[in-house]
C-alpha cells in the first residue's frame, strides 16, 4: 500500500465480513472489535462525529479527521477540531496522502485538560434545588452541607441538619 509501516484496522458498515489484506484488516463495526482497536492504537483517522474523535481525545490518541461532505454537524465538529490543532483533511485523496503520511510519522497528540467538576456542580444542584425545597417545607435553615472528605463543609459554611441530624450527599 501507499502507507508503509502502518497496520491499519479498519471498521465499516459496508462489511459483512472480515478481510485481511498485507497492513489491513477491514471488520464490520462491532463495538467490542472497535473499542479494543481503538484501546491499541496509535492514532485514530476517522470521520468528524462526535463519538470517536471525544474518545479518541480523551484517550490522548493522535487524531485525524474527514468530515463528511454535506454534513452540517460534521464540518462544524471539523472546524473545532480544527482549532485545537487536530489535523483535518477535506477527502482521501491522493493530493492530501502527504498530510496523511506526516501525521502518520509525528506523534503530535493534543492534550485536553479535563477537570473534574463534581464537587461545584453538585453543590451548584443542591444550591439550586435541594435547599430551596428544604425551605419551602419550612425546615430548619439551619442546615449543613457536608461534602466530599469528612470534615469538609461547603465553602459557604452553611449548617444544613436534617430533623436535627447532619446529612450528607
Not at 483533511?89 to 485538560?113: A, G, M, N, V
Request: overall charge positive.
Amino acid at each position: 500500500g501507499k502507507f508503509t509501516g502502518v497496520y491499519w484496522q479498519v471498521f465499516s458498515k459496508h462489511a459483512a465480513s472480515d478481510e485481511y489484506f498485507d497492513n489491513m484488516e477491514i471488520h464490520p463495526i462491532t463495538n467490542e472489535g472497535f473499542l479494543s482497536s481503538m484501546a491499541g492504537c496509535k492514532g485514530i483517522l476517522c470521520g468528524a462525529g462526535f463519538e470517536t474523535p471525544a474518545e479518541a481525545l480523551y484517550l490522548g490518541k493522535k487524531l485525524m479527521v474527514i468530515p463528511m461532505y454535506n454534513q452540517y454537524e460534521q464540518q462544524c465538529n471539523a472546524a473545532s477540531l480544527k482549532e485545537l490543532g487536530v489535523p483535518v483533511i477535506s477527502k482521501f485523496r491522493e493530493k492530501y496522502y502527504s498530510r496523511i503520511q506526516d501525521w502518520l510519522d509525528s506523534d503530535y497528540k493534543i492534550e485536553i485538560h479535563y477537570p473534574d467538576n463534581t464537587e461545584i456542580v453538585i453543590k451548584r444542584i443542591f444550591e439550586l434545588f435541594v435547599s430551596q425545597s428544604l425551605q419551602k417545607n419550612k425546615w430548619s435553615k439551619d442546615y449543613s452541607l457536608i461534602f466530599g472528605k469528612k470534615g469538609k463543609k461547603a465553602s459557604k459554611g452553611i449548617d444544613y441538619k436534617f430533623f436535627s441530624k447532619k446529612f450528607s450527599l
